[in-house]
Each structure stands twice: as structure tokens, then as C-alpha cells.
């Protein structure tokens, strides 16, 4: 089992290009969530998501950023037109489900730098 | 509203020093804690939860719902403890929604 993967693991796109970041969950996860860590921060929560439902998108800005979990591929967070202020990592996590004993497991994230 | 707090941006510790890495939460009802571990160039893992009341690596860490704190400890460092530790809150209610610390990035000097 390989684990969450990320890719790309750096992103650099210049202001008001768009960012598509992938997140492929370990094998037999249906739940994902996106965080993002600025510079100096810790992670904030983003979004969850579960196979064709976004489930809380409350950390997500209003404008500008969607995720998606399709019943086939990768969990995609999109980011349009995007500004120096993005220029963060994000990290994905999968778990099996909820209740107690559901870790979230986390993939090595994604960089990006707007320039 | 639930929140943690890491007080502490960097520690540094000497080897064979004890260590105790602070974490305050808030939280209304019965939350679970955990400690997530990020060392150099990895990505970020589970390292221990309150829940299981288990000795991670040396790592301990017990839940004071008295002073709403779920303070890391251990008593001898060691170099390869060196990393980021991320204290964590997984809400009892809904689905669960986990609520991450700023993060303390211990340093252990050799």
C-alpha cells in the first residue's frame, strides 16, 4: 500500500494562472480532507470530503477555491486565478470512515509558490 | 468552537533532557486528543492518542479535562526526537472534525 499520494509535490504558477493539486487516498479509503499550512502556521482545515459529496467545506474561501472527489480518481482541489497570498502547502489525509479508531492518514503535500 | 493551542513555537532541549511539549484545547464537549509527529522531509504521522493511553517512542501524553491540556512529555530526549510536533482534536459530535495546533518544533542539541 503506498500511502496518499500528492502530486505534484511543487507547483509554481504565476498570478491568475489556476492550480489543480491531486490526492490519490490509500487503497480502500473513501474519506478525504484538505488542509493548508502557510508559512509560520499550522495546518487549517480546509475540506471533506467522501466519494461524490463534499461533506464540510467550511475552511474553504468562498471565492476561487473548489474540491471535487469523483467515484473514479483523485480527489482534486482547484484553485483559479490564483494569488501570491495561496502560495502554501497542502495536505491531504484519507481515512476509512469516522468513529474512533479512523486515523487520518496524510500524503507529503503539495507546494505551491505563486510568483 | 474548538481550538488548540501550542503556545510554543521552538524547544530546545539538550540530549537526556526531559521534554514536555505544551497543548491546550477548548472545547464544550468530550474531545479526543492526539500528538502527530512531522520529522524531516516526511510527512506528517499519528504518533499517539489519548485514547489508547499508550508510550510512543518514549512519548507520553495524558488528558487533563481539569485544565483542558494534553501535554507531550518525555523524560530523556533524544536527537532523533528532533521534528514537529502537532498536538490535535477530534470533536465528539457530528463527523468529527479534527482541529490542529500551530505546531512546537522540538530541536534536541546533541
Known amino acids: 500500500n503506498a500511502g496518499v499520494m500528492q502530486n505534484p509535490r511543487h507547483l509554481v504558477r504565476r498570478r491568475g494562472q489556476e492550480a489543480r493539486l491531486r490526492c490519490s487516498p490509500m487503497?480502500?479509503?473513501?474519506?478525504v480532507y484538505w488542509y493548508r499550512q502557510l508559512p509560520e502556521e499550522g495546518l487549517k482545515f480546509m475540506v471533506y470530503?467522501?466519494?461524490?459529496?463534499?461533506?464540510?467545506e467550511s475552511g474553504m474561501p468562498k471565492e476561487r477555491f473548489s474540491a471535487e472527489f469523483p467515484k473514479e480518481g483523485p480527489s482534486i482541489l482547484r484553485i483559479q486565478q490564483v494569488v501570491r497570498g495561496d502560495s502554501a502547502a497542502y495536505f491531504c489525509?484519507?481515512?476509512?470512515?469516522?468513529?474512533?479508531?479512523?486515523?487520518?492518514?496524510f500524503g507529503p503535500g503539495t507546494r505551491l509558490t505563486v510568483l | 468552537a474548538q481550538r488548540v493551542t501550542q503556545p510554543e513555537k521552538l524547544l530546545s532541549v539538550f540530549k537526556g533532557a526531559p521534554v514536555e511539549l505544551k497543548c491546550n484545547y477548548s472545547?464544550?464537549?468530550?474531545?479526543?486528543l492526539f500528538w502527530y509527529v512531522q520529522y524531516s522531509r516526511q510527512r506528517l504521522q499519528l504518533l499517539l492518542r489519548?485514547?489508547s493511553r499508550e508510550s510512543i517512542k518514549g512519548f507520553t501524553a495524558d488528558l487533563n479535562k481539569g485544565e483542558t491540556s494534553f501535554h507531550l512529555k518525555k523524560p530523556f530526549a533524544q536527537e532523533e526526537d528532533s521534528a514537529m510536533y502537532y498536538c490535535?482534536?477530534?470533536?465528539?459530535?457530528?463527523?468529527?472534525?479534527?482541529?490542529f495546533g500551530t505546531g512546537t518544533k522540538l530541536q534536541v542539541i546533541p
Open positions: 489525509a484519507s481515512s476509512s470512515g469516522q468513529g474512533s479508531y479512523n486515523e487520518q492518514f
Open positions: 487503497k480502500g479509503h473513501s474519506h
Open positions: 470530503l467522501q466519494k461524490e459529496n463534499i461533506i464540510d
Open positions: 472545547y464544550s464537549g468530550s474531545p479526543e
Open positions: 489519548h485514547i
Open positions: 490535535a482534536l477530534r470533536s465528539s459530535g457530528g463527523y468529527q472534525k479534527v482541529t
